[in-house]
Structures are given as structure tokens and as C-alpha cells.
């Protein structure tokens, strides 16, 4: 789909006809591994679980107020942090109109959020990492999470508008705004790193 504009003139059934047949072809991957499991009927249960979600997830991504496209998905990137060597591979990096970044990690977990960026420590670092190796600073570092019970964007942004349930990033008692959460995650995994 590549674009908010492309996405916002695909009604659900257009959609679900773009889903299906990627659905489809995942599950009969999945199934020349394991035909014991994959039959037909559960094939076609899974098919309509599968595009159910995605429909969610894409209605969602519709209601994103800036324009944007889809600029990078899964490129690999190796880097190097205070010596250590490491491979990054941001699920995907969207740009706005203006040509700012927004890093995006795709979660399935009930339970994958982004409270632990903001220790001293960070967990979940794969997205923070990527937001300080990216060619310029982005403007947000989200996760997608994508699941039955909850389809929502968890993270930071600079500002509100960048995604529905993301406010912008008004800092903290150690982290007064979003360039310095930049610096924070930086200074973290470096030292991470060092260690």
C-alpha cells in the first residue's frame, strides 16, 4: 500500500482482498512443515483470525492525522556501538511529508509496551538502537502492536499527531524532552555496550 494516501482510499473490502491471499500464503508455508496441524479447517479459521487483525491494524494505521509512506521494511544495517558489532533491522521506517523518520517495531505480545526505554537501563532496546544509528533523528520510535485484544501504538514521539494514542514526549525529573531522550538512549547503550 506504501502511503497514507494509497491506504485512506481502500475501503475493508479492498483491504481484506490485499490480506487474504498473503494470509493464505503464510499458513500454506507454515503448513508443508507441519500438515498435522495445518488442516483445512483450521487453515480457514486461521485465515480469518489473521485478516481480522490485519483489517484492525490498517484501520488504525488510517487514522494517523500526518501523511505519511512507507519508506524502508526489514533493511539490515550493521553497526558499530563503543566496539561492539551489531546487525539492526528495523521492521519499519515510515517518513512524513516533511521528511522526518518514524521507526516502527511490529509487536504481537499482549504485553509489548515501551515503558522501559525511559530507565536509567533500557530495556527492549531493539527500537532505541535503531532511532540512534538512523541517518537523522526521528520523530518517533513506536511499536505496533498487534493483537486480539489490543491494536495500538505504544512509544514516544515529538509530537502528538504522529500517531493515534502516542502524545508527544513531555520528559521527565532526568529527561526533559524528546532530543534529549535521543541523547538518553545514546548514553545508555553506549554504555551498555562499553560494558
Known amino acids: 500500500i506504501q502511503s497514507a494516501e494509497n491506504l485512506r482510499k481502500l475501503d475493508d473490502d479492498a483491504l481484506l482482498k490485499l490480506i487474504e491471499p498473503h ?16 488442516t483445512d479447517t483450521f487453515n480457514e479459521l486461521e485465515v480469518q483470525r489473521l485478516c481480522e487483525l490485519l483489517l484492525n491494524w490498517l484501520n488504525l494505521e488510517k487514522q494517523r492525522a500526518l501523511p505519511f509512506r512507507v519508506l524502508r521494511t526489514e533493511e539490515k544495517q550493521k553497526v558499530e556501538l563503543a566496539g561492539l ?7 519499519r521506517v515510515d517518513q512524513l511529508e516533511d521528511g522526518r523518520l518514524v521507526i516502527i517495531d511490529y509487536k504481537t505480545g499482549e504485553n509489548a509496551d515501551a515503558k522501559g526505554w525511559l530507565d536509567p537501563r533500557p530495556t527492549e532496546l531493539q527500537v532505541p538502537l535503531y532511532c540512534i544509528e538512523a541517518e537523522q533523528a526521528p520523530a518517533a520510535a513506536l511499536i505496533a502492536r498487534i493483537h486480539a485484544r489490543s491494536t495500538v ?35 545508555a547503550l553506549t554504555q551498555l555496550a562499553t560494558e
Open 23 to 38: 494470509a493464505r500464503g503464510t499458513l500454506a508455508d507454515l503448513g508443508r512443515k507441519r500438515p498435522d496441524i495445518f
Open 85 to 91: 558489532s551489531l546487525q539492526l533491522q528495523a521492521d
Open 153 to 187: 501504538f505504544k512509544g514516544n514521539a515529538q509530537e502528538s499527531n504522529i500517531a493515534p494514542g502516542i502524545d508527544a514526549f513531555e520528559g521527565n525529573e532526568e529527561i526533559a524532552d524528546w532530543l534529549q531522550l535521543l541523547d538518553h538512549w545514546r548514553n
